[in-house]
Nanobody, 124 residues
Framework: QVQLVESGGGLVQAGGSLRLSCAAS????????MGWFRQAPGKEREFVAR????????YYLDSVKGRFTISRDNAKNTVYLQMNSLKTEDTAVYYC?????????????????WGQGTQVTVSS
């Protein structure tokens, strides 16, 4: 089992920044690729970003490329999502998730463990 706890969400004006954190406990953190997903009201959960086990490879949703950065610190068992130039359409609950497989996946069902989510609200 892997337990994931997100933090860092909140209310921010458009153009602002937030940094989300996801602390992991349980099994060896570096054995898992990590992803961030988001879900807006009335919409399906959407892939945002993924980082490989070592942190050497990252993947992003096209609409966040250049604005969001995923990173990880395996010594601290934590993955981060730095979000800059936020837009109102970024408003959602953000979830981190863990995937034990090495093949990159952008679908929620590929991820085995999930956090409880943190709300991000971007006002105009």
């Amino acid at each position: 089992q892997v337990q994931l706890v997100e933090s860092g969400g909140g209310l921010v004006q458009a153009g602002g920044s937030l940094r989300l954190s996801c602390a992991a406990s349980g099994r060896t953190f570096s054995n898992y690729a990590m992803g961030w997903f988001r879900q807006a009201p009335g919409k399906e959960r959407e892939f945002v970003a993924r980082i490989s086990r070592s942190g050497g490879r990252t993947y992003y949703l096209d609409s966040v490329k250049g604005r969001f950065t995923i990173s990880r610190d395996n010594a601290k068992n934590t993955v981060y999502l730095q979000m800059n130039s936020l837009k109102t359409e970024d408003t959602a609950v953000y979830y981190c998730a863990a995937d034990s497989r090495t093949t990159a996946s952008y679908t929620a069902r590929a991820y085995e463990y999930w956090g409880q989510g943190t709300q991000v609200t971007v006002s105009s």
